[in-house]
Nanobody, 121 residues
Framework: QVQLVESGGGLVQAGGSLRLSCKAS????????GGWYRQAPGKQRELVAD???????NYGDSVKGRFTISRDAAKNTVYLQMSSLKPEDTAVYYC???????????????WGQGTQVTVSS
C-alpha cells in the first residue's frame, strides 16, 4: 500500500486558482498512475485527471483546458493546478495511486484522505 497525503485545498472565488499536492510514500509510486478524483455531495466519485509513470495525462471532460496534472518523481509528488475555477468544481478532491493496468473507472488502488475545495460564486 502507498500512503498518500493531500494538501492545498481551500476556499476560492470563481475564476480563481488553486494548486493541490499529493505526497506519496515509498519508491513504488514511481511505477504507479497518479490521479485526482473528486466527489461532490450526492454525486459519484469522478476522475479529474491522471498521469502515468511516463507522463501521459488524461483529463475529465469538465476540466479540460482548465486543470493541469503533473508529477515530480524526485519528490514523489503529484500536483493538480486548477485555474478558471467554477462553483461546480466544489468537491472533496482525493489523490489516488493505482497499477497501470487498472482502468481509472475501477476506483482501485490507494487513496488519500481528501481535501475540500470550495468555489464561491
Amino acid at each position: 500500500q502507498v500512503q498518500l497525503v493531500e494538501s492545498g485545498g481551500g476556499l476560492v472565488q470563481a475564476g480563481g486558482s488553486l494548486r493541490l499536492s499529493c505526497k506519496a510514500s515509498g519508491s513504488i509510486f514511481s511505477i504507479l498512475v497518479g490521479g485526482w478524483y473528486r466527489q461532490a455531495p450526492g454525486k459519484q466519485r469522478e476522475l479529474v485527471a491522471d498521469i502515468s509513470p511516463a507522463g501521459s495525462t488524461n483529463y475529465g471532460d469538465s476540466v479540460k483546458g482548465r486543470f493541469t496534472i503533473s508529477r515530480d518523481a524526485a519528490k514523489n509528488t503529484v500536483y493538480l493546478q486548477m485555474s478558471s475555477l467554477k462553483p461546480e468544481d466544489t468537491a472533496v478532491y482525493y489523490c489516488n495511486a493505482r497499477n497501470v493496468h487498472w482502468p481509472s473507472s475501477t476506483l482501485s488502488g490507494s487513496w488519500g484522505q481528501g481535501t475540500q475545495v470550495t468555489v464561491s460564486s
